[in-house]
């Protein structure tokens, strides 16, 4: 069974830093990219981050660019989101997600439950 | 690349056809999916390649278009059916979805 989990969503205030993880498990975690996609409050979802399974193909949303950075460890089927700067605009449920293709983005085919983020002084 | 769906909102009875469209700003091939997100599950892939079905998704969901004009068809709706639908394009980076459109019963 393939499984997403997400952790690392607390409460930060404006300014600071934070750092999502999702350990995966039930397939073979470097044979794919992978993705952070969030919800906002009331909102619609807004794809955030795409990393190959090598991490040599990386790509960011506008609106977090410069301050998120994603990274993955195959070892450890893991995979990160490094979020810096935040402000009230990155309250969201973040979402790791599976892509089905190995390098460039294609289908995302496979999600967690997602971890929530509140930015708030 | 902008997605606009439409309409953001509509009211359907069990059994209806439903037809959702998306456009993209720009040409995208058939890079173009679709995905179901109930409220408090995560988002679920049903269509992919703009009309491919994912696999385990029901056959009454159907998806067409190429380029820039899209559709998702529901051929008759289901009680489980009744969830927000996205498209997104895969086409080139920054990867943009559409506004989403909610399916509510009539």
């Known amino acids: 069974e393939v499984r997403l989990v997400e952790s690392g969503g607390d409460l930060v205030q404006p300014g600071r830093s934070l750092r999502l993880s999702c350990v995966v498990s039930g397939f073979t975690f470097d044979d794919y990219a992978m993705h952070w996609v969030r919800q906002a409050p009331g909102k619609g979802l807004e794809w955030v981050s795409h990393i190959s399974w090598n991490s040599v193909s990386i790509d960011y949303a506008d609106s977090v660019k410069g301050r998120f950075t994603v990274s993955r460890d195959n070892a450890r089927n893991s995979l990160f989101l490094e979020m810096e700067s935040l402000s009230a605009e990155d309250t969201a449920v973040y979402y790791c997600?599976?892509?089905?293709?190995?390098?460039?983005?294609?289908?995302?085919?496979?999600w967690g439950q997602g971890t929530l983020v509140t930015v708030s002084s | 690349i902008q997605m606009t769906q439409s309409p953001s909102s509509l009211s359907a009875s069990v059994g209806d056809r439903v037809t959702i469209t998306c456009r993209a700003s720009?040409?995208?091939?058939?890079?173009l999916n679709w995905y179901q997100h109930k409220p408090g599950r995560a988002p679920s892939l049903l269509i992919y390649a703009a009309s491919t079905l994912e696999s385990g998704v029901p056959s009454r969901f159907r998806g067409y278009g190429s380029e820039t004009d899209f559709t998702l068809t529901i051929t008759s709706l289901q009680p489980e059916d009744f969830a927000t639908y996205y498209c997104?394009?895969?086409?080139?980076?920054?990867?943009?979805f559409g506004g989403g459109t909610k399916v509510e019963i009539k």
């Open positions: 720009q040409s995208i091939n058939t890079y």
């Open positions: 997600v599976r892509d089905q293709r190995s390098l460039t983005a294609f289908a995302l085919d496979y």
């Open positions: 997104q394009q895969t086409y080139s980076p920054p990867l943009t």
